[in-house]
């Protein structure tokens, strides 16, 4: 959908947490609550959206999550 990561990309190098870089165009408010709607939980500082995934995180889970965030950034 177009963002950019802002965390390393090795799993060995970033951790838990998955973060992404939001356009300036893109209130990290209104992603934030777009995911919210859907029961998706995550956190923002700046424009720098942060995901945990954690071992309970689906496949569908993550293919929601990824709806979500394409539906609001590319309005």
């Known amino acids: 959908i177009g963002l950019t990561l802002a965390s390393p990309r090795s799993e060995h190098q970033r951790g838990g947490s998955v973060m992404l870089a939001?356009?300036?165009?893109?209130?990290?408010?209104a992603v934030l609550s777009a995911l919210r709607q859907?029961?998706?939980?995550?956190?923002?500082?700046g424009q720098t959206l942060r995901l945990s995934p954690g071992v309970m995180t689906t496949a569908e889970g993550t293919?929601?999550?990824?709806?979500?965030?394409?539906?609001?950034v590319q309005r």
Do not use: C, F, Q, Y
């Open 22 to 29: 939001l356009p300036e165009a893109v209130h990290a408010t």
């Open 38 to 45: 859907s029961g998706i939980h995550a956190d923002a500082r």
């Open 63 to 72: 293919a929601a999550m990824i709806a979500v965030l394409a539906g609001v």
